[in-house]
């Protein structure tokens, strides 16, 4: 029999599990079992699971037939364990090194109390909190050999009101049939019965969990009806506590305990909606007129005075005094909070008042890199639709200066137009691969297609937190309240799909269509290969090497020279062309002075910086160097070598942050010095056996889902609503380069 049952119950938490499970299973103290209950889990949480049982004997998983909700899912796994102790964690969460062998030697030496509580630290997806509210208490009972009980100490009522902050003897929990009930704020009945319960309760003044407070997606966090469930758990607590007349002391704090998370819940702009409150204002009153107990005296304070208008007062008398407050509070924040809310809503109006009118169901709105044109993913999905889909009108936004680039027949709007707001304002379907405008509010039934910009390998969005040398000038939670309007985040990878869930905490589905753009590059034949060369201007039968760096975040401006572009050339030789093509950042910077100019139209160097289209880039190359461009993942589908030239790594990922060492698992090849990359291609090792296998392990991975169906397969299922397979398994790249690689040497 172990120490420890360690039950977790596992829903939609694919980007967070294995962080958890490996926090739990690396712990020095090793006599313990995981119980980890999936809850019918829809992502690829059963999946991992299953191979940590595999690997580690500890750990055994529950596959649930239905979703149970959380908290039947641990009573689920409550009913499988044999631990001495049993403990619940939150499967988005995470133990702190040395945990258990803490836990361990506090019930040790308080005797196998009924319950032990631990501190936790909020981990927000801004940063990490600071202490937390039960510090205090339990650091004043968290050494010695003593324990406390509730009757003599009520205050330890206020230690933190979840489950995952306690070890509980697993025969003081059933002997007392304690079980989880179904719904939201399921802890607080098992807290509170369980704490009231207790001859001995321990504490253990210690950092033991990381509390993780997800901007969207956990339940708590969504608001709607379902944080009406906090009435009838409260409700089953006072029905126990009726049938307990040797439990009429804790009557008077529980009650206050109660109003005050009832209170705290309503005050809540993520859990109750407006319209909603006055419901739950006077469910709160109901609550309150049939278990007040004799002699309650409120505490003091703003909660104090709320309490006692719940014996008088309507919502609104109730509600007047919380904005007369808060007013308040915003006076004293000076005019400057003022102005900014009354601009922001001022924006909006125009916009409003054309959103009045009901949607067009035939309406896409299309727009790519800024308003910059038809291009990526959303060109792809433009075309496609107006293949299969001629019904669906699309009108691009797109920027003045972009304007006179528009081919015929495509429609479109600049930015700020009249036509732009009413386009806007009507569109059922919007396609974007960067964020729309703040001042475009989302509306009901319009679907809202994110793209992305290809597979990211640098960190984005929220994980950009903790790099503010990288997140300089973007403000990320006004990043992530605009990716709130997305609902599909189109995916080529699983690794993408993973990144995306923790870089943008928001309500989207992901969905595995492969990426539109890289259909082209598929599906290309030798035909479209000479063309893109022949666009571009590469002399017949020469071997083309494009080099595409990306920026640096821990150099102003961006740009620092890796290679001397012109000894590069003139080191490829005699039946070589270089095509560089520079990160758009980079476009109007000093990168374009470094000899770019100079070396352009000589027949051994093509800038194709400002060619519209990247995928015709990729198509005329025969090879790609790259330092951290994510245009290495969309190269992959050609089938043609990779060199990474990595001379920098160490700077750039502590600058930036990565989600993983390319250097490591690269595509091909790596370089760390000019040196070494002349020498790649002077002897032919660039294109050799490994080149090709590490090239094909990359692929598998990272062009997972690249078929050469993405935009039709966007079309169909998320703009008519039709069906059709996924990405098949054992995909076959595109083609290699149309003449032979094996002849350049």
Same mark, same amino acid.
Request: hydrophobic share 40%.
């Given at each position: ?452 910009? =290809?597979?990211? @390998? ?6 950009? #937190? %903790? *790099?503010?040398? !990288? +997140? ?102 005699? =039946?070589?062309? @270089? ?6 950042? #980079? %476009? *109007?910077?000093? !990168? +374009? ?119 039709? +397969? ?32």
């Amino acid at each position: 029999m172990p120490r420890f049952s360690i039950i977790v119950p596992v829903f939609k938490v694919q980007g967070f599990l294995r962080e958890c499970l490996d926090s739990v299973l690396g712990q020095s103290y090793t006599d313990f079992e995981v119980i980890a209950v999936d809850d019918r889990s829809p992502d690829g949480c059963p999946a991992i699971l299953d191979g940590y049982a595999e690997h580690d004997a500890r750990v055994r998983v529950l596959h649930l037939a239905e979703n149970v909700g959380l908290g039947r899912a641990r009573n689920a796994g409550l009913a499988q364990a044999g631990g001495d102790y049993v403990l619940f964690l939150d499967s988005d969460d995470h133990y702190t090194p040395g945990l258990l062998e803490a836990v361990a030697a506090r019930l040790d030496a308080t005797g196998d109390p009924d319950i032990l509580v631990f501190d936790h630290v909020r981990t927000h997806w801004w940063g990490r909190g600071g202490r937390s509210t039960s510090a205090d208490l339990l650091a004043a009972a968290g050494t010695g050999t003593g324990t406390v009980s509730v009757r003599e100490n009520p205050e330890y009522l206020h230690l933190f009101l979840v489950a995952w902050n306690k070890a509980y003897r697993r025969d003081f929990f059933l002997g007392h049939e304690l079980a989880y009930a179904p719904g939201l704020y399921e802890d607080a009945p098992v807290t509170y019965r369980s704490m009231v319960l207790a001859d001995r309760v321990a504490c253990l003044e210690r950092i033991g969990v990381e509390y993780r407070q997800r901007r969207q997606g956990a339940i708590t966090r969504t608001p709607g009806r379902r944080h009406f469930d906090i009435f009838p758990q409260y409700e089953s607590l006072f029905a126990f506590l009726r049938q307990r007349p040797d439990l009429a002391w804790a009557c008077p704090p529980l009650f206050e305990r109660a109003l005050d998370h009832m209170l705290f819940v309503l005050a809540r702009e993520d859990r109750v909606r407006l319209g909603h409150r006055p419901d739950f204002y006077r469910a709160i009153r109901s609550f309150y007129a049939r278990h007040v107990p004799e002699g309650f005296v409120p505490p003091g304070g703003t909660r104090g005075q709320e309490m006692r208008l719940l014996a008088t007062a309507s919502y609104e008398s109730f509600a007047a005094a919380r904005v007369l407050r808060e007013l308040r509070g915003v006076v004293a924040s000076g005019r400057r909070r003022v102005t900014r809310v009354a601009g922001q809503r001022a924006g909006r109006v125009l916009y409003a008042a054309r959103s009045r009118r009901p949607l067009d169901p035939h309406l896409a709105v299309y727009s790519a890199f800024s308003h910059r044109g038809v291009l990526g993913d959303p060109a792809a999905i433009h075309a496609k639709a107006g293949e299969i889909a001629p019904h669906l009108r699309g009108v691009w936004v797109v920027r003045e200066d972009a304007a006179d680039t528009m081919a015929p027949g495509i429609d479109f709007v600049t930015p700020g137009s009249r036509r732009y707001y009413e386009v806007m304002a009507r569109a059922t379907y919007w396609v974007n691969n960067v964020n729309w405008p703040g001042t475009l509010a989302k509306r009901p039934g319009s679907v809202h297609i994110h793209t992305h910009q =290809g597979t990211p @390998l640098k960190h984005m969005a929220a994980d950009l #937190l %903790a *790099k503010p040398g !990288a +997140r300089h000038g973007f403000d990320v939670p006004k990043m992530l309240w605009r990716a709130d309007r997305w609902d599909h985040s189109l995916v080529a990878n699983r690794h993408s799909e993973l990144v995306w869930e923790r870089a943008y905490p928001c309500h989207f589905a992901s969905v595995r269509t492969g990426s539109p753009r890289n259909d082209v590059l598929v599906n290309a034949n030798a035909e479209a290969t000479e063309a893109a060369r022949a666009r571009l201007g590469v002399p017949a039968g020469h071997t083309v090497v494009l080099y595409a760096p990306t920026r640096r975040d821990y150099r102003r401006g961006g740009h620092v020279d890796r290679i001397d572009l012109a000894r590069f050339a003139r080191d490829l030789g005699t =039946g070589h062309t @270089l095509v560089v093509r520079l990160h758009p950042s #980079l %476009a *109007k910077g000093i !990168a +374009r002075g470094m000899g770019l100019a100079d070396l352009h139209g000589r027949g051994v160097l093509i800038d194709a910086t400002d060619e519209p289209h990247v995928e015709d880039v990729m198509l005329a190359a025969d090879v790609l160097v790259t330092d951290y461009s994510a245009l290495m993942f969309d190269y992959a589908n050609l089938d043609r070598p990779i060199v990474v030239h990595a001379d920098d790594w160490g700077a750039y990922t502590a600058g930036r942050g990565t989600y993983f060492d390319i250097t490591a698992d690269a595509p091909g090849h790596v370089s760390r010095s000019y040196r070494e990359l002349a020498w790649l291609f002077a002897s032919g090792t660039w294109q050799d056996a490994e080149s090709a296998r590490l090239g094909r392990g990359f692929r598998e991975r990272f062009c997972e889902f690249d078929d050469g169906l993405a935009a039709e +397969r966007v079309v169909r299922t998320l703009m008519l609503g039709e069906g059709m397979t996924g990405p098949a398994a054992g995909r076959v790249p595109g083609p290699a380069s149309a003449r032979s690689l094996l002849d350049t040497h």
